[in-house]
């Protein structure tokens, strides 16, 4: 298995949260998505996105 310092941030998280789940299980499990949701994902999955840092929405909303 690869050192923590190794992985990239991506998949540090991807770790993290399988172990959050293989402890506390998936609260969705067995829940169904309704149909406009699934239309509005789509959509929305079909856009580029990108991150935004922590400084940028604070100085967006004025956050001090």
């Known amino acids: 298995m ?3 310092k190794d ?3 991506e998949d540090l998280e991807h ?6 789940l ?3 299980g998936d609260p969705d499990s067995g829940l ?4 406009d949701f699934k239309s ?3 959509r929305r999955l ?3 996105s990108r991150r935004i ?3 940028e929405v604070a100085a967006r909303f004025g956050q001090d």
């Open 46 to 48: 079909e856009k580029p």
């Open 15 to 20: 770790l993290i949260e399988q172990k959050i």
């Open 22 to 24: 293989e402890i506390l």
């Open 32 to 35: 169904e998505l309704r149909e």
């Open 2 to 4: 690869a050192k923590p």
């Open 7 to 9: 992985l990239s941030m």
């Open 53 to 55: 840092s922590h400084e």
């Open 40 to 42: 509005q994902l789509k």
